[in-house]
């Protein structure tokens, strides 16, 4: 059973996108209602915070110094920590009824982002990814292709190893997805569902039996090992590469969002969670919107530099 704490003791209203910054030794997220993007130094308990315009879905660092960033509306570039925003590529989805939500970058350096349907009536969710290297064929002018669609959450985003497969789940259809993926072409070939939970029984509420979560955030361990963070499950699942369920680890809240793997050897598992919960749930499980940490035996992946 995995020893859990709290980097920082400041709840988030909903946590997501952390990635460990190997260079900084921080760990960066995201809070996305709070409309806030954070990053901590965990040995000695510093927290920044950095107030955004529209709600952050997800961050990635970038290899020339600070971060790209995908608001509801697009996606923006911040040369440095609290300076200026600069719009990278604004996207035609209505505002209204959509935004970003999970993404990050590929490890040849694009930054991929996954949106988000609100009202969750329809599958109208989309998967794009946006090339900004100076090879990309463009001089290095943003090149967007969607990836995938037919989700009403986009979750989940992560690659194998040897980066020849990505997935991409839809959390409100409780299924992760796979596909073959050549890194060169960017051509994604053969999609399949990796792995399908169960659906939520009609009429539960938080805090019954019989019900294990949807499928939210992920992260992907050096053994090509899928770690997902299952919302309302109080889980997290460690899923095979071929997609079969290999272990569980209780969460200290109802509503883990998001791993990722730091510290010096990788082995040291953060998970952002959810805050913005009912009273009562956030009275029995106190550490409910907190970024927590645990140590675990296998290390996970660097996290993949945006490459403009």
Known sequence: MPTWRSVVPQADQLGESPFWHPHEQRLYWV?????????????????????????????????????????RDGVYRAPDWGGPL??????????????????????????????????????????????????????????????????TTGNGLAWSPRADTVYWADTQAHAIRAWDWDPRTNAMQRPRVFHQFAAKPPGWQPGQPGYGGRPDGAAVDAEGNYWCAMYEGGRLVQLSPGGQLLRELPAPMLCPTMPCFGGDDLRTLYVTSAGNRPAGELAARPQSGHVVCARVEVAGLPVNFFID
């Open 31 to 71: 809070d996305i209602p709070g409309r806030q993007l954070r990053r901590a130094n965990p040995r000695t308990g510093e927290l920044q915070s950095w107030a955004m315009p529209q709600e952050p879905g997800c961050i990635a660092p970038a290899r020339r110094g600070g971060l790209v960033i995908a608001l």
């Open 86 to 151: 600069v719009l990278l590529q604004r996207f035609a989805h209505d505002v209204g009824t959509t935004r970003f939500n999970d993404g990050k970058a590929d490890p040849l350096g694009r930054f991929w982002a996954g949106t988000l349907f609100e009202p969750k009536h329809t599958p109208a969710a989309e998967l794009f990814s946006l090339d900004c290297r100076p090879d990309n064929g463009q001089g290095g002018a943003p090149l967007v292709e969607r990836k995938a669609g037919e989700a």
